[in-house]
């Protein structure tokens, strides 16, 4: 079946810093990519979703400066979080599938971030 | 907001049937219903999904309302490796996860 990779899986950075994640579908393009954090014991929350070759539209309350996505590619998008702070640690997934509605969603394995 | 309504949790024998139940009142006619599970420190991943009729598939089967306001996923027989939390989605443009019912299987 198809995969999607994403890295780092796991990082810890010192507060101020910025940390890039990747997400990457090996085997089919992806028009639609989904960002998501999650808190431990709580559910996905989405943050943006992002179409390859336009902006991201993110979720209310997701600070766009601090959380850049791009997805230049039919097989890559990015997630930046910029001078990241410690209430930024977080488990962050992405997903990426095709628009159509009766296509399934394929999700990263997940990136732990941790900011010092 | 989420579109779904799941029990938190729900506990099953190892080797019994499981039904989850999912209500989701205000589907539309153009949504798909989508499962998803998800297990500890991983993304998740696809159960099954479908549209009107009923779905079976390796890992689960799908049964849907006729009026599609809910829909059950059904495991024949459980396992201690299916104990995770199911999603159940109504899949459109954005894609938000609800709370999830955490599934503990009983060896």
């Known amino acids: 079946g198809a995969v999607v990779s994403q890295h780092p899986s796991r990082v810890i950075c010192k507060s101020g810093t910025s940390v890039k994640i990747e997400c990457r579908s090996l085997?089919?393009?992806?028009?639609?990519m989904f960002w998501y954090r999650q808190f431990p014991k709580q559910s996905l929350m989405l943050m943006a979703t992002s179409n390859e070759g336009s902006k991201a539209t993110y979720e209310q309350g997701v600070e766009k400066d601090k959380f850049l996505i791009n997805h230049a590619s039919l097989t890559l998008s990015t997630l930046t979080v910029t001078s990241a702070h410690p209430e930024d640690s977080s488990f962050y997934i992405c997903?990426?599938?095709?628009?159509?509605?009766?296509?399934?969603?394929?999700f990263g394995s997940g990136t732990q971030l941790s900011v010092l | 907001d989420a579109k779904t309504t799941q029990p938190n949790s729900m506990e099953s024998n190892e080797e019994e049937p499981v039904h989850l139940p999912c209500n989701h009142s205000t589907i539309s006619g153009t949504d798909y219903i989508h499962w998803y599970r998800q297990l500890p420190s991983q993304g998740p991943e696809y159960v099954i999904h479908?549209?009107?009729s009923n779905v079976n598939n390796r890992m689960a089967s799908l049964a849907i309302a006729e009026d599609r306001k809910s829909s059950t996923l059904i495991l024949h027989r459980a396992t201690l490796r299916d104990a995770a939390v199911y999603y159940c989605i109504l899949k459109n443009n954005d894609m938000r996860f609800g709370a999830g019912t955490r599934l503990t299987v009983k060896p």
């Open positions: 997903s990426a599938g095709m628009t159509a509605l009766n296509e399934k969603l394929f």
């Open positions: 085997d089919f393009q992806a028009t639609t």
């Open positions: 479908g549209l009107t």
